[in-house]
T-cell receptor, first 113, second 113 residues
Framework: EDQVTQSPEALRLQEGESSSLNCSYT??????LFWYRQDPGKGPEFLFT???AGEEKEKERLKATLTKKESFLHITAPKPEDSATYLC??????????????FGKGTLLTVNP | EPEVTQTPSHQVTQMGQEVILRCVPI?????FYWYRQILGQKVEFLVS????????KSEIFDDQFSVERPDGSNFTLKIRSTKLEDSAMYFC???????????FGPGTRLLVL
């Protein structure tokens, strides 16, 4: 069974204080790892897709990296508007998976001004 | 990339009643997914739908659930006899051919009393 564990569950930062969120996974053949941002009461908003170990993606203050067992979402000099829940999801390989996503519980990030 | 829209945004129903949640794609996508998120819990896969047929469903997706694309446009999730534990956010997601990324709608908040 595919599993995704995110840590920490919650993280409080001061504006400008850089940090990283962790996503560790167990999957039978990784097809892709995804990061989403979710604001309260809203749907997940796509951020990044990572396909293989060593891959990195960047977008503004966010940078996602991938190893064979985990992914990190690095947040550089965060701003209050970066406050949200960040979700990690994996897509397993194999012919019958139909690209379904298995999500972690998320990390609630709060950035104080 | 454009998302899908979902209606209604909120629905309150009595236990045992039938509800229909709708997902309206912006363009003619072939791959659709339904997920749910119980308050405070992780996003969970329900069902995937490709070319007007169910391609995969989870253990959650039992006989009280059904999906269809009645008019070739809207994509619906029907819950025949709602239970208290069906209270959750329900998200529709779409994927285009050749891409692994799923884009989520804003969700329908269902409350079963």
């Amino acid at each position: 069974e595919d599993q995704v564990t995110q840590s920490p569950e919650a993280l409080r930062l001061q504006e400008g204080e850089s940090s990283s969120l962790n996503c560790s996974y167990t999957v039978s053949g990784l097809r892709g790892l995804f990061w989403y941002r979710q604001d309260p009461g809203k749907g997940p908003e796509f951020l990044f897709t990572l396909y293989s170990a060593g891959e990195e993606k960047e977008k503004e203050r966010l940078k996602a990296t991938l190893t064979k067992k985990e992914s990190f979402l690095h947040i550089t000099a965060p701003k209050p508007e970066d406050s949200a829940t960040y979700l990690c999801a994996v897509q397993a390989g194999g012919g019958g998976s139909n690209y379904k996503l298995t999500f972690g519980k998320g990390t609630l990030l709060t950035v104080n001004p | 990339e454009p998302e899908v829209t979902q209606t209604p945004s909120h629905q309150v129903t009595q236990m045992g009643q039938e509800v229909i949640l709708r997902c309206v794609p912006i363009s003619n996508h072939l791959y659709f997914y339904w997920y749910r998120q119980i308050l405070g819990q992780k996003v969970e896969f329900l069902v995937s739908f490709y070319n007007n047929e169910i391609s995969e469903k989870s253990e959650i997706f039992d006989d009280q659930f059904s999906v269809e694309r009645p008019d070739g446009s809207n994509f619906t999730l029907k819950i025949r006899s709602t239970k208290l534990e069906d209270s959750a956010m329900y998200f529709c997601a779409r994927r285009t051919s050749g891409s692994q990324t799923q884009y989520f709608g804003p969700g329908t908040r269902l409350l079963v009393l």
